[in-house]
């Protein structure tokens, strides 16, 4: 077995690890680098395998860190299938479409700017893809239940379970004969959920593995506790909305649906007032439509909260906005509103025009309650910049910045520490992934010492034979 990491080593973002093995090549994830000026050149940079040998993708989940890519892979020849969870397979849909569309709209700003000779606040790439490549991407996608075990190809074998980071994200199982015949497993983390986190489940415990590729987002630090989290939120919008707004960068799969279930609840407990919340976002408002169909996937508290409010026109105060008019109106509002927008790093989306509208106000509160990768906008709000750029101007950030790590859709490292904990014997080879150095440094020195794992944190395009 041969393992290549191109990417998410000593990164967060840009999940791509090639493993050859049996008479193939397959691919888990093929995703985007985000955050900055480092990230596009990523992404621009031709793939260093060719895309037309590749046998088939295993995609973990669909965030675009993780799938964004893939329509670029189908540019280049590739023509096998795509294996994912059906939650993942109903998301991609909206998620690849809505990347393409921003790539192509960026580059279309880009050109107008020049052409009225104004100058650009950074190089803006050239789409990566069109509306077209994602079409043929997504006739390649073949959902697989949790808990199926699947032939992806002869002498492989796959099997998904429940990662609890968004809907349908998959802790990945592989089975790869030897030459012997024998098999050897493979176990992809992906991206594991915080235990305990409201409308998704636990992730699925794993007890063995020949490899094993884990995560390390939060792999140096650990989440304030869900009470402590909300007491935070909900003193941040009643001091806010009485006089300004509450603008919240979010992803628009996962975060907005789990601060909806949060608002909601806190208004039924009466621990805030019936302020109104819109949420601007039309891959959020589709991505939101798609999680309450998979709603046997939810929690038994989940079940609860929203089973009498299925149907999305009946969430009280609870605003859905989809048209560019009414994005623009909720610039006239001054005060007392909750909005959530994409994107949760700030790099693009409908939240750039809230922040330009809001960051200049003292009054009004911006609440970070995501990851947010170097180079972001969001990041340089979170490391406490005085003054940022946007659409030309100077904007000087007077609103206050808050940041909500109990929010975080991943796990922390108490939680990924009792995850591979669970493995018995530990692995032969532990993979520390999806992390800054740091994080990954962090996390590695602990599976060590306190889990008896044999740990390598891979640099990117690294390869190893095992």
């Known amino acids: 077995m041969h393992i290549s990491f191109h990417g998410a080593a000593q990164a967060v973002t840009g999940s791509c690890f090639l493993i050859e093995g ?32 590749i046998d088939f993708v295993v995609l973990t989940h669909a965030h675009i860190d993780h799938s964004g890519l893939l329509p670029k892979l189908v540019a280049r020849g590739f023509q096998g299938p795509i294996y994912c969870t059906p939650g993942t397979k109903d998301l991609l849909a909206v998620l690849l479409k809505d990347s393409a569309h921003i790539q192509m709209m960026d580059a279309e700003r880009a050109a107008r700017r020049q052409r009225e000779g104004k100058k650009l606040e950074r190089d803006v790439p050239a ?64 991206d594991l959920g915080q235990p305990g986190r409201v409308i998704l489940r636990d992730p699925t415990p794993i007890k063995e593995a020949d490899v094993l590729l884990i995560e390390s987002t939060y792999g140096d630090r650990l989440h304030k506790d869900s009470s402590s989290t909300l007491d935070e939120l909900v003193d941040i919008v ?70 009498p409010m299925r149907r999305l026109p009946d969430l009280e105060h609870v605003h859905f906005i989809e048209d560019v008019q009414d994005s623009i109106k909720l610039n006239r509002i001054k ?39 170097h180079g972001s906008l969001g990041r340089r709000l979170v490391d406490g910049v005085k003054q940022v750029r ?51 440094q962090a996390l590695a020195q602990l599976l060590r010492s306190k889990c008896s794992h044999n740990v390598t944190i891979p640099s990117k395009a690294q390869r190893f034979v095992l």
């Open 22 to 53: 049996q008479g193939c090549q397959f691919l888990v994830d093929c995703g985007m680098a985000q955050g900055g000026r480092e990230a596009d050149e990523h992404n621009e940079q031709a793939f260093a395998f060719d895309a037309t040998q």
């Open 127 to 190: 789409p990566l893809y069109s509306l077209a490549h994602v079409a043929s991407t997504l006739a390649l996608v073949q959902a697989q239940p949790y808990g199926r075990r699947f032939e992806a190809h002869p002498g492989v074998q796959v099997q998904f379970q429940d990662a609890g980071h968004i809907l349908g994200s998959a802790i990945v199982e592989l089975w790869l004969a030897d030459e012997h015949g024998k098999p050897r497993k493979l176990v992809c983390s992906g």
């Open 238 to 307: 009643t001091r806010t909305v009485s006089r300004g707004n509450v603008i919240i960068p979010a992803f628009a799969v996962g975060r907005t649906q789990e601060l909806l279930y949060h608002f909601l609840q806190l208004m039924q407990q009466g621990r805030l007032p019936a302020v109104e919340i819109f949420v601007d976002s039309p891959m959020a408002v589709a991505a939101t439509e798609i999680t309450m169909r998979h709603f046997a996937v939810f929690d038994d508290e989940a079940h609860q909260l929203f089973g």
């Open 335 to 373: 005060s007392g509103a909750i909005v959530i927008s994409a994107s949760g790093m700030c790099d693009a989306g409908r939240v750039l025009h809230h922040l330009r509208n809001n960051l200049g106000r003292a009054e009004c509160a911006v609440v970070i309650c995501g990851f947010q990768a």
């Open 390 to 440: 946007m659409f030309g101007e100077f904007i000087d950030v007077k609103a206050s910045i808050h940041t909500l790590g109990g929010f975080s859709a991943h796990a922390d490292q108490q939680a990924l520490l009792d995850w591979a904990g669970g493995f018995h014997p530990a692995p032969a080879h532990t993979f520390v992934v999806h992390g800054e150095i740091h994080a990954a």
